[in-house]
T-cell receptor, first 114, second 119 residues
Framework: KNEVEQSPQNLTAQEGEFITINCSYS?????LHWLQQHPGGGIVSLFM???GKKKHGRLIATINIQEKHSSLHITASHPRDSAVYIC????????????????FGKGTHLIIQP | EAQVTQNPRYLITVTGKKLTVTCSQN?????MSWYRQDPGLGLRQIYY???????DKGDVPEGYKVSRKEKRNFPLILESPSPNQTSLYFC??????????????????FGNGTRLTVT
């Protein structure tokens, strides 16, 4: 079964620190999503990537297709960034992935302390 | 407001009593999907649908049914719930390739979740 690995599993940092969360996957993909899940449980889509880099406010997402790796960065982190960050990939058909389903990483639990 | 509406938010039921969790979206999305989220296991796909009358199994379909009779609705049916189906459930939707967007290039929109407890 194709895998999506996230690291670290848990991360505690001080307000203002630069945060990096990593996602690696096993075979070719057509898209990679970064999701944010707040303590209340709701899930919000942050980015969808198929190549390159995207930026939204203090959040930056990058993907390296050749290395099968993506990173989510948070600059000037703030306590309100505390959440679980989830990487999800859509594997290419015929690469061993499902027909069109998404596979999720187990998430990174981020706590930003004031 | 563009949204995915899931109901109910909380549900406690007993083993064997059929239940339905509803999911509706108002964005004209072709793609809809159901997931369950369990501690230590993350989100796992139950079923998905590419369009009306087209549904496919995800990673953990056993014990669940779905239907897609209309584009906006994608209910999740548990015919005979069991305690191992106690979980947090999410519905999501997005566009499908080539029709005003692409699920390959389209963000996912999630419902607020349904916390199901089966005793």
């Amino acid at each position: 079964k194709n895998e999506v690995e996230q690291s670290p599993q848990n991360l505690t940092a001080q307000e203002g620190e630069f945060i990096t969360i990593n996602c690696s996957y096993s075979v070719g993909i057509s898209a990679l999503h970064w999701l944010q899940q707040h303590p209340g449980g709701g899930i919000v889509s942050l980015f969808m990537l198929s190549s390159g880099k995207k930026k939204h406010g203090r959040l930056i997402a990058t993907i390296n297709i050749q290395e099968k790796h993506s990173s989510l960065h948070i600059t000037a982190s703030h306590p309100r960034d505390s959440a679980v960050y989830i990487c999800a990939v859509r594997f290419l058909p015929y690469s061993g992935g499902g027909a069109d389903g998404l596979t999720f990483g187990k998430g990174t639990h981020l706590i930003i302390q004031p | 407001e563009a949204q995915v509406t899931q109901n109910p938010r909380y549900l406690i039921t007993v083993t064997g009593k059929k239940l339905t969790v509803t999911c509706s979206q108002n964005m004209n999305h072709e793609y809809m999907s159901w997931y369950r989220q369990d501690p230590g296991l993350g989100l796992r796909q139950i079923y998905y649908s590419m369009n009306v009358e087209v549904t496919d199994k995800g990673d953990v379909p056993e014990g669940y049914k779905v239907s897609r009779k209309e584009k906006r609705n994608f209910p999740l049916i548990l015919e005979s719930p069991s305690p191992n189906q106690t979980s947090l459930y999410f519905c999501a939707s997005s566009f499908f390739p080539g029709t005003g967007g692409s699920s390959y290039n389209s963000p996912l929109h999630f419902g607020n979740g349904t916390r199901l407890t089966v005793t």
